[in-house]
Each structure stands twice: as structure tokens, then as C-alpha cells.
């Protein structure tokens, strides 16, 4: 007699299963291992409100508009799969992450803390946003050809350089220091890690060129001489330009004392015993160069650099400049120039600057 109900009731059971294997019924969601997710700084930035835009400046270092321009262009590439356990992490919040690790520099312990998300989640999050970086703004770090060459050429040279694409220095990236690397190669005088970054800028503080990732005990000429911008200077492209003495050049940058003259970087004259005309030319050569240390400035979100770090008072109690110890390099690297020619072209400029 209770045949009927034991087959229907088997029946009701292979249906439901059925069912639920097809998606109709929603299946109850094991959550109970799984760390729930916090707001924190995440929340924080999402709130739209007066203080939104220096909150963002002051954890991603932009401003609220940069940050969505850039959630706009990289969403279709950091799209995550919905799964069974909990809701994906939207490419708003994986970006926001990204920036904010690199711009405070934070373990990935106390900065996943603050997201509300786990280690291994930023782990990933830094390489998809990196990658997704390197492939939507591959070309907005190019040098100056076109239109674009001619402003370039031109803004220059109504700051007395005819013919000059930029100004090269280097700065400092803090990281953690690599695996079996040697310490001694990336340490600086407070005990930091970091390799040198190369960047050249024009003067409207745009990055034209950058070559970045050898360890700081690299010497600046050493990093210029290994990079693709070597090359390319060396093989001397570009329009040419007939300055006095009857001196040619196909261009060149501006860069500070520690590069040697080369055909193509003019530094200043240097030295406290300058005639008039030399104190001219470092005068008008620093204001143009002071681009590149503005875009440092900028990149840094607006921290002003402690001039005092960089001197210190000796025994006798005087004030003298710190030796970090990188301005010292192998002294082939510093012969391999062509010193005549370097030093005609430094003449031929600051003989027409006279005129300017």
C-alpha cells in the first residue's frame, strides 16, 4: 500500500535534483570557511562627497576624475567570473587596490587589510592591473615625433635650446628587495631598497621616454648607457640644426652634472669662478631642465623633497653635500664620449643664447 507514495516520492527526488543541476532551483551557497570581505579604504574612496577628491589624491595620488578615466579603459580586461561562493571583486575595487600598493608602498598584509580583500587576491590584483596598464596605455609614453615634435622643439627652444627634446634624471623607486639579490646593490643610506628609474619629460612635464629596474648601487651614466635611449641617441635621427661656429646637431636633452658632455646631453658649466656668459647659459639650462624635477614632484603627488637630506656637517662643522656613494663610476664608461665635439656643441649654444 505504500508503494504509490515511496515512487513518487523518488520521483519528486530525481526532479529536484534535476533541477537544481540546470540552475532552476539556486543551490545553498557554503560560505562558512570563507573570510568575509570589509570595506575599509575601499568604502572610503566609493563615498562621493566634498572631501572625495583629496581623499583619492591622498591614497592613489590622482585625482577622482584620473582614477575613473582609468576604471573606464581597464574594466573590459579585469572582468572576474561569477562562481557558487561569493561575489567576484569588480574591477573598480581591483584597480583602486593596485594603485593605492603602489602608491603608499604598504606590505601586501597591511594593504589587503585596509581593501577588505586577501593576500593572494592582491597578489593578483597588482600583476592583471600591471598588465592591463602595460596594454591599454602602451603608446602614451612615446617620443615626440609629428605635431607633437614640432611643440616640442618649439616650447624648447623659446627657453634658448633650438633642437632639444627633453630633459633626462633619474630618481628612485622604493621596493622589496629581490630574491637571493645581494643587498649592498639595492640599499641606500637608510637601510630602503630600490632600483633606478631613467625618465626624460619635455616642458610640459609629459614622460617621453622611461628605463627603469636596475638596482640603485647602478651608477645614473651606467643605467644611461644600458638603455634603448643610448642606442637611439647614438644613432643620431631627427632634423638637423645649424647653430653658431657652424656646429650641428640632430638634437640632444638636458641633463644635470652627473652625466658627462655627450653630442646629445648638455649639462651645465659648473664651477664658482664663471664669467658672465657661462652663469647665462647653467642659469637658463636649469630653469628648463627644472621640468623633470617638477614631474618627479608631480609623480610624488606633491611631497615636497627635504633639501636637507642630502647635506650633512663634518667634523670641522662644516656643511658639505652627502656622498651616497653612486657618483662614482667605471671609468670607461665616462671616456666613451667624443669630448670636442660635446664641447662645441655647449659653445655653439651658449654663443647664440648670447642673442636670445
Not at 594603485?99 to 603608499?104: C, E, F, T, V
Request: glycine share 6%; aromatic share 10%.
Amino acid at each position: 500500500m505504500e508503494a504509490p507514495d515511496c515512487v513518487s516520492m523518488s520521483e519528486s527526488i530525481v526532479q529536484s535534483c534535476c533541477a537544481m543541476a540546470s540552475g532552476v532551483i539556486p543551490q545553498a551557497t557554503p560560505r562558512w570557511w570563507m573570510r568575509r570581505r570589509t570595506g575599509g579604504t575601499w568604502e572610503d574612496l566609493r563615498k562621493m562627497d566634498d572631501a572625495a577628491d583629496d581623499y583619492c589624491k591622498e591614497k592613489l595620488r590622482m585625482s577622482t576624475r584620473v582614477f575613473r578615466e582609468i576604471v573606464e579603459a581597464l574594466s573590459p580586461l579585469l572582468q572576474r567570473w561569477v562562481t557558487f561562493y561569493r561575489l567576484p571583486l569588480m574591477p573598480d575595487h581591483i584597480i583602486a587596490y593596485a594603485l593605492y600598493r603602489w602608491a603608499s608602498g604598504e606590505t601586501y598584509e597591511s594593504s589587503t587589510s585596509v581593501f577588505g580583500i586577501g593576500r593572494a587576491s592582491g597578489l593578483i590584483a597588482v600583476e592583471d592591473v600591471a598588465r592591463a596598464l602595460l596594454g591599454v596605455y602602451r603608446d602614451n609614453i612615446v617620443w615626440p615625433s609629428g605635431l607633437r615634435r614640432v611643440l616640442v622643439l618649439r616650447a624648447f627652444e623659446a627657453k634658448g635650446f633650438p633642437n632639444c627634446y627633453g630633459c633626462i634624471d633619474c630618481t628612485h623607486i622604493y621596493v622589496d628587495k629581490s630574491a637571493n639579490a645581494p643587498s649592498e646593490s639595492y640599499i641606500d643610506r637608510k637601510h630602503r631598497f630600490f632600483v633606478v628609474a631613467q625618465v626624460v619629460v619635455d616642458l610640459d612635464l609629459h614622460i617621453t621616454d622611461v628605463f627603469v629596474g636596475y638596482p640603485g648601487s647602478c651608477h645614473d651614466i651606467r643605467v644611461l648607457q644600458l638603455s634603448s635611449l643610448w642606442a637611439r641617441a647614438e644613432e643620431g635621427d631627427g632634423p638637423v640644426v645649424v647653430l653658431p661656429f657652424e656646429v650641428k646637431t640632430h638634437g640632444y636633452i638636458l641633463g644635470d652634472n652627473g652625466y658627462p658632455p655627450l653630442e646629445w646631453i648638455i649639462v651645465p658649466y659648473r664651477g664658482t669662478d664663471q664669467c658672465t656668459d657661462e652663469e647665462r647659459f647653467d642659469n637658463k639650462q636649469k630653469v628648463a631642465r627644472g621640468a623633470v624635477v617638477r614631474a618627479f614632484r608631480r609623480l610624488r603627488a606633491g611631497m615636497d623633497f627635504d633639501e636637507n637630506l642630502l647635506w650633512e656637517v663634518d667634523a670641522n662643522g662644516a656643511r658639505r653635500r652627502v656622498d651616497l656613494g653612486l657618483d662614482h663610476p667605471p671609468h670607461p664608461i665616462v671616456e666613451n664620449y667624443n669630448r670636442p665635439r660635446a664641447l662645441a656643441l655647449h659653445e655653439a649654444l651658449a654663443e647664440r643664447m648670447k642673442h636670445v
